[in-house]
């Protein structure tokens, strides 16, 4: 795909999970790791994220996720940026949930920041990618590329250049009509994944017994806020009549 310019680092995409890229690119001898996919915690050993500074060491990892998938929660980058580059340690970040414009983590100081490019960058759910951008002050991008040689190759890279330029547009409507909208309950169509243009709902705990059953998350599309309301309501009304009965 060449290089481009992603939350103001340089980017990459790769066609294999962006966070095996990262394990081959820094190859941390040990990382701290918190809650977030579970992709990354069945392919390394770690230790929690609430570690002892005192154990982090150069070239060392702490990797976080944020916003956190499933609940939204929000991390405090620059607190564990700090932490990092104390020790000499690389502070990366999962950022799916919270593609551009919506939020930077180079603003706190990250210094790899990847995303799973099927979810908002690729926006039409028919992509299937990873992507890692690389803070400017890091001298890796030529390394990145080499890996990727024998790594992955990256077929449909075209998808990604057209979904680039829509980014932003999508990404701005689908947390205008999110952020409108949490006062009201939702019934969307049942789907595991999220990003696209289309709005989808997942109640995780039908494939996840660990998962509060009270939980159920969004993920809020381009459509128009009134349709979405009215969809709503007319599927919560069915439920209650059915309930009634």
Known sequence: ???????????????????????????????????????????????????DAAELQSGNAIHVETPLNLTGEAINLQYYAEEAHRAGAFLTVDATFGPPPVQNPFDFGADIVLYN????????????????????????????????????????SWLGMRSLRTLELRVTRQSATATALPSKLRLFQHATSLGGVESLIEWRAMTNTSIDQRLVRLGVGVEALDDLTRDLQQGLETLRREAAK
């Open 1 to 51: 795909m060449g290089r481009t310019i992603c939350s103001r680092g340089h980017s990459l995409l790769l066609a294999s999970h962006s966070f095996h890229a990262i394990l081959v690119l820094l190859n941390p001898r040990r990382i701290a790791i918190g809650e977030g996919y579970h992709g990354c915690h069945v392919v390394i050993k770690c230790c929690l994220l609430d570690f």
């Open 117 to 156: 490019g099927t979810k908002y960058f690729g926006g039409h759910s028919g992509m299937l990618c990873g992507i890692l951008a690389i803070n400017p002050k890091h001298d890796l991008l030529t390394r990145l590329h080499s890996d990727r040689v024998y790594l992955d190759s990256v077929a449909g």
